[in-house]
């Protein structure tokens, strides 16, 4: 257990729709990072949060957004969804002390969502 | 741009049978090569990082190896439990987030 926890589980929703996952961070860790998981792309970074502000960004889509909130907890928005964005959605945490920089990262258990 | 690119894809062993995958790397300025398992439908799950040519890192049957090109994942007398995707990343310079290889699917039969 990496102490990352990640809700919900699973998500299955339609086209167009709009989702939210959340994620708490380990315990004193700062930094927040949102992956995202597909069989064709595999393990791809989206976006990362430390201390409450966008820190670094990846390819994430106009569609996508983030927060992270005082309590360090980040939530990850999926808005108008297509059937592509099918896939595992991850969030990682590091201490944060250097801004992320050689920090391992801790992964969660992931959020599977299914577009229909 | 940076890439890992990660051999073989895949790799089946029989229990007890060592083995090496690979993880080579172009990136403009190397900060840390790291290594995670990852179980079907799990999270990734540290192993190791390595921040300079030379460095080793051993943890149980594993061993990890880094030069200024490649790293590898050493694995001695490997067992059943030990089959999962093994997935390496790497953080430059110019940001925070890993850019990861494509994993090596590791089957281990008894």
């Known amino acids: 257990d990496s102490g990352v926890t990640q809700t919900p589980k699973h998500l299955i929703t339609a086209t167009g729709q709009r989702v939210t996952l959340r994620c708490s961070p380990r315990?004193?860790?700062?930094?927040v990072y949102w992956y995202q998981q597909s069989l064709d792309q595999g393990l791809q970074f989206l976006i990362q949060?430390?201390?409450?502000?966008?820190?670094a960004k990846g390819n994430i889509l106009e569609r996508f957004s983030a927060q992270q909130f005082p309590d360090l907890h980040s939530e990850l928005n999926l808005s108008s969804l297509e059937l592509g964005d099918s896939a595992l959605y991850f969030c990682?945490?590091?201490?944060?002390?250097?801004?992320?920089?050689?920090?391992?990262?801790?992964f969660g258990p992931g959020t599977r969502l299914l577009v229909l | 741009e940076d890439q890992v690119t990660q051999s073989p894809e895949a790799l089946r062993l029989q229990e007890g049978e060592s083995s090496s995958l690979n993880c080579s790397y172009t990136?403009?300025?190397?900060?840390?090569l790291f290594w995670y398992r990852q179980d079907p439908g799990k999270g990734p799950e540290f192993l190791f990082t390595?921040?300079?040519a030379g460095e080793e890192k051993e943890k149980e049957r594993l061993k990890a190896t880094l030069t200024k090109k490649e790293s590898f994942l050493h694995i001695t007398a490997p067992k059943p439990e030990d089959s999962a995707t093994y997935l390496c990343?790497?953080?430059?310079?110019?940001?925070?987030?890993?850019?990861f290889g494509g994993g090596t699917r590791l089957m281990v039969k008894p």
């Open positions: 990682a945490s590091s201490a944060g002390t250097s801004g992320g920089l050689q920090e391992t990262q801790y």
């Open positions: 315990s004193g860790d700062l930094s």
């Open positions: 390595l921040y300079s």
């Open positions: 990343a790497v953080q430059v310079d110019a940001g925070n987030m890993l850019t």
């Open positions: 990136v403009s300025g190397l900060r840390g």
């Open positions: 949060y430390y201390n409450g502000e966008e820190r």
